[in-house]
């Protein structure tokens, strides 16, 4: 059993960055790991994700050049930095890991096994 605990949300202005940590409780070796968010009703999108071996990474299109990924492994933390924030992307960011190297539909939340509890972003204009 994996744990995730996210932190670093906040209430940021637009064109602001925020950048948010995940620690996972164990070795998440050989797992993917991604940043999903979710609005006030709506569904969980997909945000980016990362290969925990070898550092690969898959964004959506709306967060693309302003979102990046990346991981420490020595801490068993994935990060996601934000940039140039913009208010439709304030959410609740949750983090996941998915129990193989790649699934293979990495933006569906269903192929993800462990959740964080999330965290809020606030993006005022």
């Known amino acids: 059993q994996v744990q995730l605990v996210e932190s670093g949300g906040g209430l940021v202005q637009a064109g602001g960055s925020l950048r948010l940590s995940c620690a996972a409780s164990?070795?998440?070796?050989?797992?993917?790991m991604a940043w999903f968010r979710q609005e006030t009703g709506k569904a969980r999108e997909f945000v980016a994700g990362?290969?925990?071996?070898?550092?690969?990474?898959y964004y959506a299109d709306s967060v693309k050049g302003r979102l990046t990924i990346s991981r420490d492994n020595a801490k068993n933390t994935v990060y996601l930095q934000m940039n140039s924030l913009k208010p439709e992307d304030t959410a609740v960011y949750y983090c996941?890991?998915?129990?193989?190297?790649?699934?293979?539909?990495?933006?569906?939340?269903?192929?993800?096994?462990?959740w964080g509890q999330g965290t809020q972003v606030t993006v005022s204009s």
């Open positions: 996941a890991a998915a129990r193989t190297a790649l699934p293979s539909n990495y933006a569906n939340s269903y192929q993800y096994d462990y």
């Open positions: 164990s070795r998440t070796a050989n797992y993917y």
């Open positions: 990362i290969t925990w071996s070898t550092g690969i990474t």
